[in-house]
Nanobody, 121 residues
Framework: QVQLVESGGGLVQAGGSLRLSCAASGPFRNYAMGWFRQAPGKGREFVGTSSWSIGNIDYADAVKGRFAISRDSAKNTVYLQMNSLKPEDTAVYYC???????????????WGQGTQVTVSS
């Protein structure tokens, strides 16, 4: 059983940066990790995903070039570095673990509790 805990959310001005962390416990190795977000009144949206080796990374067009996924296997932690933040990036951000790197939320077996990111204009 994999357990995920996100942290690092907060309030930031447009153009600023935040780094989200997703700490995993349990058999974390060999799982692909995904990041999703959900804004008020909207469905869960794909942000990015990486395979376990970080050799296969995919980002949503809305964040490509601004967000980056990295992984510290020694710490069992995955990061989402978010730069040049925009008000439309405001959402609850979730990390997820699954057997394959996918854009589809249904592909992931385990989810964190989410962390709020608010970008002010």
């Amino acid at each position: 059983q994999v357990q995920l805990v996100e942290s690092g959310g907060g309030l930031v001005q447009a153009g600023g940066s935040l780094r989200l962390s997703c700490a995993a416990s349990g058999p974390f190795r060999n799982y692909a990790m995904g990041w999703f977000r959900q804004a008020p009144g909207k469905g869960r949206e794909f942000v990015g995903t990486s395979s376990w080796s970080i050799g296969n990374i995919d980002y949503a067009d809305a964040v490509k070039g601004r967000f980056a996924i990295s992984r510290d296997s020694a710490k069992n932690t995955v990061y989402l570095q978010m730069n040049s933040l925009k008000p439309e990036d405001t959402a609850v951000y979730y990390c997820a673990a699954g057997r394959i790197a996918s854009r589809f939320a249904g592909s992931y077996e385990y989810w964190g509790q989410g962390t709020q990111v608010t970008v002010s204009s």
